[in-house]
Every structure is written in C-alpha cells, then in structure tokens.
C-alpha cells in the first residue's frame, strides 16, 4: 500500500489539530504552558493527542498473539479512527482464536476461518495475508522473531512492552528497529504512559525547567500477586508454561520486566538518560507456580550522583502502589500531574478537563487508543513518521539489568548487559516435554549474564 494518503504534512496536520480542539481538553493552565514551552512538540518527540485518527484508505491488521491483551489491542486499533479492520488471526492454540473471534461476533465483526491460523509459524501464514499492520501482543519471548519477520514483511506494527526478554532479544530488536526505519515503517508500542496528556504535559514542564536538573528519582510496581494457571492432565510442558507464561522468567522476563518496565521507562523518559548499572535483590517467597521472584529492589546509577530506586512486588495482603517520583535541583514532581517545591507546595498541576456539572473527568481518549491512533496518523499523514521501538528496548534492556543483578547479587552494568550472550528459552519449539533448567535464581551462585 502506499504510505502518502493525505495532501498535509506533519507540520500543517498539527496545527489543524490544534486549531480544531483535536489535541485534547486540556485546562487553561496546561494550554497557557504549552504556548509558552521553551521546546516544541516536535523537538520533545511527543505524539499529537488526536481525537481520532485521520480518515484515509482502508487498513487491514492481523493479530499475533489472540489472549485478552491481543483482543483488547484489536478492539483499541479500530476504535482509532474510520476504515480499520482486523482480518487474521495467530495463535498457537485454537481455543484462544475461537474466544477471541467470539468477542469479535459480538460488535458483528466475523474473521473467516481462512485466516485465522494456529501454531508456532501461524504469524508466518498471517503475514502472508492481505495486511497493512501487524498487532504483537504474544509472550514477550516470541517478540523479536515475530517483529522481525513483520518488517521484513514490509508491515506496519504495533507492539506491546515489554520488547524482548534477554540481551539476545533486545539486540535483535534494535536490529529491526533500524530496518524499520530505512523502510519507512512506522512501529508504535505498548508504554503507554508516553500517550497519556497528563503524563505528556507534566514532561512538557519537567524538559522545560520546572524542576531543574534531574538528581534523583523512585519508581514502583507493588500489587497483588496476578493470575496464574494450575496445569491440567492433558497438558504438556510447553502447553502449560505458555499457558502460564505469566509465570515463567523464558516467556515474560518475570514482572520487573511485564509490569515495572512502565515505571523505569518513565524515569528513563523524564531524565533523559539510561542508568550506567544496577545493584539489587529480590527474592521469592510465596508465588504458587513459575519460577520468578516475588519481589525486587533494584539501585539503577544514572552517574554523576543521581540514582533511582526501583522496586516492585507481586505478593498478596500487603501495601500497593504504582507511580513514579522524579526530584531535582527546583522541586520534584510524581510525573503524572503535579510538580512540587522542595517544601511540598505545589506550584504546577495538571487541569483535567470537567463536565457540565463540574466534575472532573479523566484525562481524555484512553492511552490504549491514543497508541493505535499515533500509528494509524504516522501511516495517513505524509511526513508523520514514527518509530518507538529503540527506545522502548533500552527501557526493557534497563529492566533486564535490574533482573540480572538481582538474581546474580553482581553490579551489572549498562555495557555488560548490552553485551551479554544470555538467552532464555527452549532452542526449539514445540508441543511436549521441554528439556531445560527451571530453577528460581540465587544471588551469589551465578556470576555469568
């Protein structure tokens, strides 16, 4: 398909937008900031906000990996703007399509049979189809191989955090992302917060000054422990840990990579940096099934004094919480819509918009659909493009650093994990018995990343 399908270019799209109230209700307060910003949207890389994505020509997506996250990424996808269709399926078992096709007959959606496809090569019988966008919402595991093989497909993708699971697979994904790129292929990914307006103009404030130089920051994921999957008797090894990949360190990269990876790449984000090494621990204690931790506290060095304590938990009866804290030199701010002195005032915050009542509302479109509409805009829009795929694998790449020092008890550092030769997961892959270690890491007994 051709790329070009509109006569504006970026530039003039933006300011369309703006004009026609498309970037969002946003209050007075975020509005008078943003006319005043030293940098521009442009020059902070942020994505436009729209209400919905430009109309052009049809585009057809196929959908790798149909669980709930797969589903509820098709759905997002085509409440993204007019003209949007999901026309295939992959998976590897029949049992997740066929739940998958039935959320899809509700809103009178029907995938035909031909193109709905099982197995472990299903997403190269899917690429093989009439597609323009490809949704990766698999395993993570499974993410560089299928990315990969999307771009060389010459498809537009969207993928879900986080971007691989190990050093292998985060090389492989930059690899890609520069191919991408020399094709003028547009790839959006699942962080969310990057597509959310309060989270986008507390940053605007932040790169602007508000709080001066970044010298410190927290992030953490503390919840309840999430599902999990008892193994049947008709299930093999390999049916029963993708099944239960949640679960598995091989198939998700455990949960400082799954969930917390939001968190460290907002500090990655609102610093600007990558840490330069990682100290930490982590421990499991009371998870029912897998061999991940529970917990983890991890120290990431960004240099020159500045640090971030990162630290997440998946354990059940215990205190929660989920955010982000980023200090500096004037004041601090929670990244999300406040900024604050260093004596707790605060001196900036985010106005959300207010119904006719009053009442205040969320923060607009859901981040969810706001991704699918920067990638539907990026491929409608001539001078639009996108590519978020580098930086969302050094996000994961930072996690995986985190991990590795915890189960190793070793500093890691930013060269060592670049660098590591570590890959998870089976050499092949296949229904039946799987042939290799699933012992929980011990700090002190492994030395080799």
């Known amino acids: 398909m051709k790329k070009k399908t509109t006569n504006y270019n970026r530039r003039e799209f933006l300011e369309k937008a703006a004009l026609a109230g498309t970037l969002g209700t946003l209050g007075v307060g975020s509005i008078l900031s943003s006319c005043s910003s030293k940098k521009s949207i442009k020059e902070l890389d942020l994505p436009p906000l729209l209400s919905h994505a430009p109309d052009g020509p049809k585009l057809k997506a196929g959908l790798i990996g149909t669980g709930s996250r797969g589903t509820g990424a098709a759905f997002n996808f085509l409440s993204a703007g007019p003209n ?40 190269k019988k899917l690429l093989e189809t009439d597609i323009d966008v490809v949704l990766l919402a698999t395993p993570p595991h499974f993410r560089p191989e299928h990315f990969k093989a999307a771009i060389k497909a010459k498809k537009h993708v969207f993928s879900e955090k986080p971007s691989a699971v190990d050093p292998v697979g985060i090389r492989s994904i930059l690899s ?46 503390n919840q309840s422990h999430v599902w999990y999957r008892t193994r049947e008797e ?5 049916e029963y840990m993708i099944r239960n990949w949640n679960n598995f360190i091989w198939l998700s990269g455990d949960h400082i990579l799954d969930t917390h990876v939001h968190n460290i790449d907002i500090v990655n984000w609102f610093s600007g940096k990558y840490p ?26 960004y240099g020159n004094g500045f640090s ?8 059940d009866s215990c205190a929660n919480g989920v955010g982000e804290i980023v200090v500096g030199t004037k004041g601090y701010t929670n990244c999300r819509n406040r900024i604050y002195d260093h ?16 009442k205040t509302q969320n923060a607009g479109i ?25 930086r969302t694998a050094l996000s994961t790449l930072t996690a995986i650093m985190g991990r590795e020092a915890a189960y190793t008890g070793k500093r890691i550092t930013w060269e060592e994990i670049m660098n ?19 012992e929980v890491p011990k700090p002190g007994t492994s030395v080799k990343i």
């Open 176 to 221: 890609t992302a520069e191919r991408a790129k020399s094709m003028g292929l547009n790839v959006v990914t699942g962080t969310q917060r990057r597509h959310q307006k309060d989270y986008i103009e507390t940053y605007k404030q932040v790169a602007n000054g508000a709080i001066g130089q970044v010298t410190g920051a927290k992030a953490y994921w």
């Open 366 to 390: 859901t981040a969810y659909v706001q991704e699918h509409i920067h990638l539907v805009a990026a491929i409608r829009t001539e001078g639009m493009y996108v590519n978020e795929a580098e």
């Open 84 to 123: 949007l269709e999901i026309t295939a399926l992959a998976d590897v078992f029949q049992d997740k399509i066929d739940s998958c096709r039935k959320q899809f007959k509700k809103y009178k959606i029907d995938i035909p049979t031909k193109n709905c496809f099982i197995g472990f090569d299903a997403y």
């Open 308 to 315: 971030s304590h990162s630290m997440c938990r998946q354990i």
């Open 276 to 301: 330069k090494s990682a100290i930490g621990y982590g421990s499991r204690v009371r998870r029912n099934t897998g061999n991940q931790y529970d917990f983890f506290s991890v120290d990431f060095d």
């Open 420 to 438: 590591s030769k570590l890959r998870l997961g089976p050499s092949e892959y296949k229904m039946g018995p799987v042939n290799m270690p699933f």
């Open 343 to 358: 004596n707790g005032t605060v001196v900036w915050e985010y106005e959300y918009p207010k119904d006719k009542e009053g």
């Open 234 to 238: 008709n299930w093999n090894d390999m």
